[in-house]
């Protein structure tokens, strides 16, 4: 991505919207919810997804003919709450506190979409993407939704580039950490109200890659992923890509919050008491394939996709009989995300599937993962079972 220049325009509208006074704390442009609606407003059908309470999965053999994106009627759903309707002509973003050399400023949805804009190809996954085969694999017990691997999707997102947007704010060399804060409603667990969505970003990681962004796949994000603007962390775990955005609090000092003190934290027997933070995603494949699916004998293509929170994806491995594995096929240039095939000719019966991957810093997946209670980045290899007719 390129460096971008400061406009002069962009300069002024923000340091006139800087003597903009704004309660601390106040939701800007956030709009309640409508009794009548759902905590998902796009259609979730059977075919596309598995629906979990407030939470959609993608089923992976919607993915088979889709190309390296995931269209917008197919991609994963993760709210805590539901999804807010937000009126993007009244929307703010504020962006306060002590890692800033002067005062809090404001910006509108206009004036956002008049920076210096950026593309980018990344996946957003939940950490407990896989959560589901620490039981039904290991025997373990976690807590959380039991997602299989559908708790992933990639898109083409397009906004302003978090670092520009802070050092147009003011950021101060001081600042350590920045946390972004949605708009949807307070999350309330286990009779406590934990108050908004929110994670702190190390700054290191907030002024290098990570985007505001207002459109998904060339269109205006849409509600359910967090219009009017959402931040894209690529390669972090999903929880940092925080959705309908309504502050950035710039720190001079560590900030916490229940999602990086409570939750998104590995804790278990081979990790520290305090638990171990969850930055980065692990390597994971998947077949485009129906859970339990079955298939019909004779020769064809078996096709799925490996990603990894590290980089690219150097290798891909498969194996049906849980013996032999040969290699896969690579399908186009790879990315946030390789596709592969590997051709197979079985007779009628019962197989187990699985695929293995490699990424460019030579991680590969395991059998077996260690457990961490609340069941997130599980990278060990899934068995895939499938009927032949
Ligand atoms: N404001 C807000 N942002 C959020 C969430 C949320 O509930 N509220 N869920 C997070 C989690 S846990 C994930 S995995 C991703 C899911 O993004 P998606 O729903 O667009 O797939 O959004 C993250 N951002
Ligand atoms: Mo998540």
């Keep these: 991505m390129d460096k971008v220049e400061m406009s002069r325009r962009s300069l002024v509208r923000l340091s006139a919207a800087a003597g903009i006074g704004v309660a601390a704390g106040a939701a800007v442009g956030g709009t309640p919810a409508r009794a009548a609606d759902p905590p998902i407003l796009k259609p ?20 088979r003919d889709t190309g390296a994106l995931v269209p917008v009627d197919r991609f994963f759903v993760r709210n805590h709450t539901r999804t807010p309707r937000i009126d993007a002509a009244a929307w703010r973003l504020r962006i306060h506190g002590s890692g800033l050399r002067r005062g809090p400023v404001e910006l509108t949805y206009r004036e956002l979409r008049h920076l210096p804009s950026d593309t980018v190809t990344a996946a957003i996954e939940c950490a407990g993407n896989g959560r589901g085969f620490f039981t039904s694999q290991q025997g373990q017990t976690v807590s959380g939704t039991a997602w299989k691997l559908g708790a992933i999707g990639v898109a083409r997102w397009t906004g302003v580039r978090l670092s520009t947007v802070l050092k147009r704010a003011g950021l101060s060399r001081t600042a350590v950490d920045v946390q972004p804060v949605g708009l949807d409603p307070d999350f309330v667990s286990g009779g406590v109200n934990l108050g908004p969505v929110r994670r ?25 992923h967090g219009f009017p603007v959402r931040v894209v962390v690529p390669g972090w775990i999903g929880i940092s890509s925080i959705k309908w955005l309504g502050q950035l609090e710039v720190s001079a000092e560590p900030l916490l919050s229940p999602w990086n003190t409570q939750f998104y934290r590995l804790f278990g027997p081979t990790y520290p008491a305090e638990g171990e933070l969850v930055g980065r995603q692990t390597v994971k494949s998947a077949f485009e394939l129906p859970w339990e699916g079955t298939l019909s004998a ?15 994806v150097r290798r891909v491995e498969v194996s049906t009989d849980g013996r032999t594995w040969r290699p896969a096929e690579r399908v186009g240039a790879g990315g946030a995300w390789q596709r592969w095939e590997y051709p197979w000719h079985p007779a009628p019966g019962a197989y187990t599937l699985r695929a293995r991957a490699t990424d460019v810093t030579g991680v590969t997946q395991p059998d077996t993962v260690p457990h961490n209670t609340l069941g997130y980045l599980f990278g060990a290899i899934v068995r895939h079972p499938v009927t032949v007719v």
Aim: glycine share 10%; hydrophobic share 35%; aromatic share 8%.
């Design 44 to 63: 979730l059908p059977p075919e596309l997804f598995t629906v979990f309470g407030t939470n959609a999965e993608t089923k992976w053999e919607a993915l």
């Design 200 to 224: 702190p970003l190390p700054i290191d990681k907030a002024l290098h890659d990570v985007l505001l962004a207002y459109e998904m796949n060339g269109e205006p994000l849409p509600p359910d």
């Design 298 to 312: 004779g020769r064809q293509v078996l096709r799925g996709r490996s990603w990894s929170g590290n980089g690219r």
